[in-house]
């Protein structure tokens, strides 16, 4: 005889917990972007959950200067059923032309589509207009040779079959399972130098960035093609570490996903208002680590081994913006759900494409705990459960939460914590002091941000890009391009 249903939901819950088991004057600059949402808000009428699993597919294996600010205009919406991830513009070149680019704390190097990629996407399904670089249409631009400086130090040293007049190649791999292969070039970069109180005028500087030549897997399809992708790594090949290293900026950005109207504040330069409270980067890592102490999930803190979060080649928890979702350890996985959903045995669960869902009329933040993730220095982050959960439709919600030993065996101990949990906070990275930190924030609004040149403050407001597009999409949830862990190599 079939159990009565709080029974039966309890069983199914425990069930899928298993089954998952299974320009240079010496004056200095801050800026902003814009930023929009790589893919627009399904509101058609396909089949709920038609590309859910895509989600997780594409998560994968991510696993004293005198200086002003800059504005980099920001656009997206990071729920899973809405674009998935935000996206800026950049301007390249003399004249400048724009380019549409992913905004990726995981990966260093900022690239566009080239002119001489045959494959490469001409047309987006996202409504842009895409443009493909070309340095010899661009009086600035230059390409940079596998002698130079540049190109030796991203590359641990001078390459093996390095010739006159040979270009400097790269490769890169991301997680997803998409690359880009190309060369890198010298151009001018124009951005939004703040000049007051939402005000900006143009700034320029030369970067070195790539130009590709062929895109594999999903940066090749047209359904989701952006110009590029724009990193915001540690790494001296980063954008950002350009620009501190000639002066143009401090190394220090910060970015406010909102997932309420979409869009969102990107910005370069020391935010002084809201004050934000901060825990110590972990030395010597590829991306930004951080030290997780406990979680709390409704005022009871979960009962883990001691070293499950200890950062080593293995273990340890990343802060992402280029992955959507959070992934957690099996163990750690297992105890938050059986904790969400403690209080909720008559609930009927159902799996859609690996995703624990479930139905439900009322208010998900009546009705479910507050996850906090408790730092080093006493830094918390509060996960509420319209974060942590997504809309799926009619009622529908699931969870956004993922156990990370189904993404692959060296990510499976790593806490990856994704857009989902980050957004309506505003996260500062403080690369100057060796920290992160977050507090709770409306993205619509504005920050104050320091101009270390003058000493004034000035307001940057939020910006959506894609507030004027209207997009359609008969999907109720969407692919996603994802690159937490990116591989850079030598061709």
């Known amino acids: 005889m079939a159990p009565p249903p709080p029974q039966r939901a309890a069983l199914l819950l425990a069930a899928l917990l298993l089954a998952v088991a299974g320009s240079a004057s010496g004056a ?8 929009r949402r790589k893919f627009p808000v399904g509101v058609g009428g396909g089949a709920a959950g038609a590309n859910i699993s895509a989600l997780r597919a594409h998560d994968g294996t991510r696993h004293g200067r005198l200086l002003a600010a800059a504005d980099l205009p920001l656009g997206g919406l990071g729920l899973p059923t809405d674009t998935g991830l935000y996206y800026t513009e950049v301007k390249l070149g003399t004249p400048p032309k724009r380019y549409y680019v992913q905004v990726d704390t995981g990966s260093d190097i900022l690239w566009v589509n080239c002119i001489t990629c045959e494959q490469c996407p001409r047309k987006s399904g996202l409504g842009l207009d895409l443009t493909l670089y070309d340095p010899k249409a ?72 790539g130009c590709g030549a062929q895109q594999g897997g999903d940066l090749g399809s047209s359904s989701q093609a952006l110009d590029g992708i724009l990193g915001f790594g540690e790494a001296n090949t980063s954008m950002l570490s350009q620009l501190a290293t000639a002066g143009k900026v401090k190394k220090i950005f910060a ?25 110590p980067l972990v030395a010597d890592k590829p991306h930004y680590n951080v030290n997780l102490k406990t979680i709390n999930v409704g005022g009871t803190t979960l009962e883990l081994p001691t070293d499950i979060f200890k950062p080593d080649d293995k273990k340890g928890t990343i802060i992402d913006s280029g992955t959507t979702l959070t992934y957690l350890p099996e163990l750690v996985f297992k105890k938050v759900m059986l904790a969400v959903f403690n209080k909720h045995q008559d609930i009927a669960f159902h799996d859609v494409q690996d995703f624990l869902c479930f139905q439900y009329s009322g208010s998900v933040d009546d009705g479910f705990p507050t996850i906090t993730f408790h730092f080093e220095d006493d830094l918390v982050l509060h996960v509420y459960p319209h974060e942590y959960f997504f809309p799926n439709g009619n009622d529908v919600y699931c969870v956004g939460f993922q156990n990370g030993a189904l993404q692959s065996k060296d990510g499976k101990d790593i806490v990856l914590m994704g ?58 949830l969407v692919l996603l391009l994802v690159t937490m862990h990116s591989d850079i190599s030598v061709k």
């Open 28 to 35: 200095t600059a801050t800026g902003v972007f814009q930023v």
């Open 138 to 209: 661009s009086s600035t631009g230059s390409t940079v040779m596998c002698d130079q400086g540049f190109c030796a130090s991203t590359f641990g040293g001078r390459l093996p079959k390095c010739r006159a007049n040979v270009p400097c190649e790269y490769s890169v791999t991301y997680g997803d399972g998409s690359s880009t292969v190309g060369s890198f070039v010298n151009d001018a970069l124009q951005f939004d130098q703040v000049t007051g109180d939402g005000q900006t005028q143009p700034a320029n500087a030369s970067v070195i960035f």
């Open 255 to 279: 970015h406010c996903l909102d997932t309420v109207k979409g869009g969102g504040i990107f910005a370069i330069g020391d935010v002084v208002e809201p004050k934000v409270k901060t825990t």
């Open 419 to 476: 857009d989902l949990v980050l957004s309506n906070k505003l996260v500062v990275y403080d690369l100057e002091n060796r920290a992160i930190g977050w507090t709770d924030y409306n993205c619509s609004s504005s920050i104050k941000i320091k101009d270390d040149k003058t000493g004034t403050t000035s307001t940057v407001n939020s910006h959506d890009l894609s507030s004027g597009s209207k997009f359609h999409w008969h999907r109720s």
